[in-house]
């Protein structure tokens, strides 16, 4: 179905998609590729080529309708200048609030795209895009309210938005800023799409929800995503009030957490559009067996049969330490209902 | 009196900390849960009856409307801003005895996890429906939870997490408090946790919204 890299027509993709007699899947799977490279979390963050080659090796296991780059929602506030924790084998940690007043945000200066580790995740697009060519490629960063919530702690920002209303926006406007660089520079390093990653956005009304978090989104969106290029809006949130707003920001995909049923989902959302979603990653993917994996992702795919729009995915991100016979029993799950779909 | 605690109530549900406070615009240099609970002290109303009727009545209004999707996670921390402002106009009478708690309850998220919203939402939750919240923070070690029960002698305790990746030091520390404690009830809670996994993990409730552990320990006390 994909043929070479540099030809994809994303929207050409996503018709194929819609128009496929079978189903497709794309889990949030970066971290398990680390079963096969036998590396760490903390290379595949700090280092662009030991990403790509986890990238790479998954790409070439799995019949994945894309690859994803590793999520990481502390690479852009590092950049900005927040201290992590770093440790072997978990996802970076934000240390401390960097930002505690309106002051510091007047005076918070946004970075250079490539300060700090976003350029070693520019260096593994920049490989998986050249290497990877059997299917698309995304990035991965984070939404610019996510941001503003790491740079402000997350409480204290969704205070801040009912205390400080001009303030919030100047924050969250700073994010966006940077952020709509990075996703430019990850176009420019030939990847096919972003994932942009909001699940702070769920802790918002729909009225908030547009307010703070959509209306940066669909600029960020309408600053990249062309034929070639396509956003999908990640959300894990409670994300039922808010589909309507999400689908407003153009993203040509929409990706839901498991903290809701994606059956609501399918029927709000635009038929134009794809939606992901959304196995539970740890108490299914990682932490059951590949009997109970199997029946949830039949079960799954019967109830979400009659919509041609819907991409089989992880609700997030799949976890460092995802055994591989569970991986490999997601994909056989897929398999096994697309042979019978055939006959 | 009724109308006193009953303004107090109503500051903690709409968010109203002190007169000079910004939120809600509708109540723009009206005073706040600070200045309102000041006077009930000084009026000689009791201090269990500030904390019944005026906070406990005002938080559960502000779980039940989370609940049902009518506020949201902003709205809610400016009710337990308001109510801890309160709060602190009432902790001599704790201190005295003259107030009692329903119970003391342990909080924290789990080991790698500093993401504390959820945690803070619970904590306050319960705090403003009269228990003592012992608040242990972020990134906690089992054997730290283990401690804290031990000192507290508490018999309830939640754990918190954000994270997938975090989630899964969950079943350590459930682990590690049932083995080194005895008659501990183990609430969890955060985005990425649920029932199947709360049964997995062997612990005791697991609740969806701050309200339900709520209604959970108060049931347990009643």
């Known amino acids: ?343 | 009196m009724e109308t006193l605690l009953g303004k107090i109530a109503y500051c903690v549900e709409f968010g109203k900390i002190n007169k000079k406070a910004p939120y809600p615009p509708d109540m723009k240099d009206q005073d706040g849960a600070d200045e309102l609970t000041k006077q009930a002290l000084d009026q000689g109303i009791n201090a269990d009856m500030i904390l019944k009727n005026g906070l406990v009545t005002g938080m559960e209004k502000v779980g039940i409307k989370f609940r049902e999707n009518k506020v949201f996670v902003p709205q809610v921390l400016m009710s337990a801003k308001a109510m801890s402002t309160a709060m602190a106009h009432l902790k001599p009478f704790f201190q005295s005895g003259e107030v009692k708690h329903r119970g003391i309850f342990i909080i924290g998220t789990v080991t790698g996890d500093l993401h504390d919203i959820g945690k803070n939402l619970v904590a306050m939750m319960i705090e403003g429906n009269g228990w003592e919240v012992i608040d242990l923070g972020t990134d906690v070690k089992p054997e730290k939870f283990v401690e804290a029960i031990k000192k507290h002698s508490a018999n309830y305790v939640g754990l918190s997490a954000l994270l997938t990746t975090t989630m899964i030091n969950m079943e350590k520390t459930v682990k590690e408090i049932k083995s080194n404690t005895s008659g501990i009830n183990i609430l969890i809670g955060g985005a990425p946790v649920n029932d199947e996994f709360r049964i997995q993990i062997g612990a005791d409730f697991y609740s969806p919204d701050p309200q339900g552990a709520v209604e959970y320990l108060n049931k347990h006390v009643a």
Not at chain 1, 77 to 86: D, K, P, V
Not at chain 1, 97 to 124: C, Y
Not at chain 1, 295 to 319: H, M, Q, W
Request: charged share 25%; net charge negative; glycine share 6%.
């Open chain 1, 1 to 343: 179905m994909f043929k070479s890299k540099k030809f994809i027509d994303i929207k050409n993709w996503i018709n194929g998609i819609v128009r496929s007699e079978i189903k497709n899947a794309m889990p949030v799977l970066t971290y398990p590729g680390l079963n096969f490279t036998g590396e760490k979390v903390s290379d595949i963050v700090t280092r662009g080529e030991a990403q790509y080659n986890c990238i790479k090796i998954l790409a070439e296991r799995y019949p994945s309708a894309a690859s994803l780059m590793a999520m990481d929602l502390s690479v852009e506030a590092e950049a900005f200048g927040s201290r992590i924790y770093l440790r072997d084998n978990e996802v970076p940690l934000i240390k401390s609030r960097l930002i505690h007043d309106s002051l510091m945000i007047q005076n918070l200066k946004i970075p250079k795209v490539g300060t700090a580790r976003t350029f070693e995740f520019l260096k593994a697009a920049k490989l998986a895009a050249k290497n990877i060519n059997n299917k698309p490629v995304f990035g991965n960063m984070i939404g610019p309210f996510s941001l503003a919530g790491r740079l402000f702690d997350i409480s204290e920002m969704l205070v801040f938005t009912l205390v400080d209303i001009e303030n919030s926006h100047k924050l969250i406007s700073k994010c966006s800023e940077f952020l709509k660089e990075y996703a430019l520079m990850y176009k420019e390093c030939g990847v096919d799409g972003i994932m942009i990653a909001e699940p702070a956005a769920g802790l918002l009304s729909a009225d908030m929800c547009e307010e703070y978090s959509s209306t940066y989104i669909r600029d960020i969106v309408d600053y990249v995503q062309d034929d070639r290029f396509m956003v999908i809006l990640h959300n894990c949130g409670n994300t039922i009030e808010l589909v309507e707003s999400m689908a407003s920001t153009g993203a040509l995909a929409l990706h839901f957490g498991n903290a809701i049923d994606i059956m609501e989902i399918l029927n709000k959302a635009p038929t134009d559009r794809l939606i992901f979603g959304n196995i539970d990653p740890v108490s299914i993917i990682k932490n059951s067996d590949s009997h109970k994996i199997k029946s949830t992702v039949r079960n799954l795919l019967e109830k979400a049969a009659g919509y041609r729009n819907f991409v089989l995915s992880s609700g997030c991100d799949i976890p460092y330490g995802t055994p591989e016979e569970n991986i490999d029993a997601f994909f056989e799950a897929l398999e096994e209902y697309n042979k019978e779909l055939k006959i």
